[in-house]
């Protein structure tokens, strides 16, 4: 790894004589020149920054694929590694019973706040493969884009972070806060060894608020503070019916099939108006103040465009909500995944012993993943006909949350967006989950800031993904200005201004 | 290949020159002791009829997989130089746009029947593989069966007649009947050139009756014939979201989930009753005859013993009629595969672009499959909700078929089945379809005789196919007293007795 150029290390030796010489490392705000200075050194290294990326994103690190697991721990160690290059002080790769975990920190500025900064460097996987239009793990950049698996979710948001942390340690030889980080390789796959982690390691992760960088932004051009998430139960469904796979020809019409008796069960969580029929579902769920769905009115969206831009000609979901509550603040079910019989090409006259769906469910607060599991599974064994057997595995959870959006870490994020991207940003909820987010709530009670620079059709989970160039380098502006923002907003955990 | 010990050929000349005494060929039945010559060959050659059977079976010739070609190709090799060797007189590949098409004869009767012997080398694929006890294509005995693909559908039936006509021409030089034989290579598939073949060799073709054996008895110990056959239109049906495959979280809500709506239609094609929902699906059924209905209700069957045996604790299907209506006389639609999103290991959160079935429809006299397969797609088209795409493709189809009970081949195949098993057969019919039976009666103009020595739970397309080693030889012994019956009951494709 290489960082910068000579000039600017001598420009950081600088930098440091003038901290000496003040007794104290003050905001860079108060020295306007020290912070053109971390903000030049960004603009001169961007084709550097971009290199590195690359290198980060081709390390193949998906982490539902047990195959995979070197390329997961090479991973975790390219990461220290770079950690270490860039300038912080305690960089340590935790194993854990599943993936390892990165922790670093620096530490440097007493009676200034702790950042706690999350992210993760696992990916999805990329199958369907023959849908890229480049190689999945080869970073390529096409108009104003960049593309590869990880580039927006998460591997690209993390290294935004590392470019801005990388820019104020080799100018100014320190940061405006104190920064601990931890970067997981579950995430994808449910963050199980993480909570452990966490709980195992309260002290160490004491802090004031958590730093995320895992959302997109509203649209293009629209930077954005997320102040909620969805929670999430997901879900395996077995239908079995006769014992073995059996000539469709000698025995269709005696047996229920196991694909339409699966079928029947999916088609049925639904009603006509788009709702999910499971019982006591929509039980727990906050109900959208009358400010909130006034709000989100008033959000630059056109469901003409998105169905445009979606490709389908009607949109689809539950009856009385917008299409932006029925994102953000309204649970919903999906398949992410159904198989059984033959699925190869030609025609093969099977009546198949089995067929599976994948069936996740989106949570808002105040729902329970666990208890949305089990209304599942009871759900499953009312509705499953006689004539088959049915079962329903739940594969993982995590819990809905909302940050305030007047809490200090939000008005600093606020802050940061408008130098860093030049207009105001909105504030703006997320459908999908960071189970995470509720843990650190729950186990270090801290609340976490959502500070996304991904893209709403950033194909997070899809073929083609990317993260916009743009985006990826106003985000290491925004971080910069976010770190030097928060001790104005808060100190140590308490609220400065505002 | 070796054929026989010295000695029956020494016999076979023996038996030749009575014949040229006689001067001319008559049917055995009027020299017991050559039939009981035929019949102890059979027995003495049990064992390596088996290990030629397993050399067939060894060849995997599954039709549908483009990368099977050559061993499909090599399996019609192999059947052409067996068929040389037992003695057929013309022997001929006959290359297709597809696979294959054998070809044989032995006309050295003259004024007597000629029956037109068909049946399939190809067999189905093997997937899922890990299912089979023992390699797919090793023919394996355990217990009285003996296991492999092809074993039952159809390579194990049609060497079922390969052993009989060897006894004939080994020990008495000669057929009772003359015989031509077509072994196709695309049964499985549809069997889509054989038609072309038998269309542009009509005059080649020429004959009296068909005999096929490539159906399962009524039972084990129950030998049957078979006198009816159910038609099929073959379907994809693919659904069409977004697209491109979506974040589960941050899409989920807003638009038609593929699986989902594809789940809905296939929900709906069944009501409540389990009938077709289809609009006209029923219309051109011919109704069960009283008579046959109490005939099929005389038939050895118990719900209880059949759902048991499939390990389903209810059976499922078309309300007011009896399992044995519904299988055999009744039009059903089955799923025969399906999929779409993640079907891996571990948890993706995708909200996928696409899913898809295959869905075949068993058709009944009058039903015709290309009707079918046009009422189907016109009722996708009426079903298929706006907010996605469904494409109905029409894979392939075959006609219903039914031979009348009274016929002289199916006279003679119950008098060749008492004799072969020791016992009286039962008439059934099948739920299973062989498309070119309908073919057969259309371009040639001849009925088909259905001698089957399977089994219903031979797993016929699943793991773990077999055939009955009773069967197997019953069933050679069946053959001998067919050809030797026949020309009893037909002369020239006229009646002679009953």
Redesign the interface.
Known sequence: MKFGPRGSRHALQLQAVVAILDGNFLSPLTYPNAMDQVLNYVEANRSRYLDELKELIAIPSVS???QKKGDVARCADWIAAHLRGIGMQTVQVFATAGHPIVYADWMGAPGKPTVLFYGHYDV??V?PVN?WTSPPFDATIRGENLYARGTADDKGQVFVHFKSIEAYLKNLGRLPINLKMIIEGEE???SEHLEIFVREHKELLKADLVLISDT?MFARGVPSVCYGL?G?S?MQLDVT?????????????????P??A???M?????DKNGRVTIPGFYDDVRPLSKKERRALSKLPWSDKK??RE?????????KGFT?LE??WA?P??????????????????????K????I?M?LVPDQSAGKIAKLFQKYIKKIA?????ADAIY??GGEPAVTPIDSPGVKAAVAALEKGFGKKPVYQR????IPIVVQFKQILGLDTVLLGFGL?DE??????EFISLENFFKGIRTSVHFFDELPLYMKNGHRRRG
Request: charged residues 20%; aromatic residues 6%; glycine residues 14%.
């Open positions: 539902t694929d047990p999805q996987p199958d849908l994808e796959i449910g997109p969805r999430i997901y019916g006769p014992n073995r796979d059996l000539h469709s020809g000698s025995f269709g019409g005696s047996v229920h099939n694909i339409q699966l079928a029947e999916i088609a049925g969580m639904h998105y169905a979606l490709g389908v000609r009607a949109l689809y979901g539950e299409t029925r994102l309204r919903t079910l999906e398949s992410n995944g159904i198989w059984g019989g033959f699925t190869g090409e030609g025609a093969k006259t099977v009546l198949p012993s067929a599976s769906a994948k996740s989106r006909p006689k004539s088959v057997q594969i993982h997320e459908g999908g989950s709403p194909n997070a989970h899809a073929p083609d």
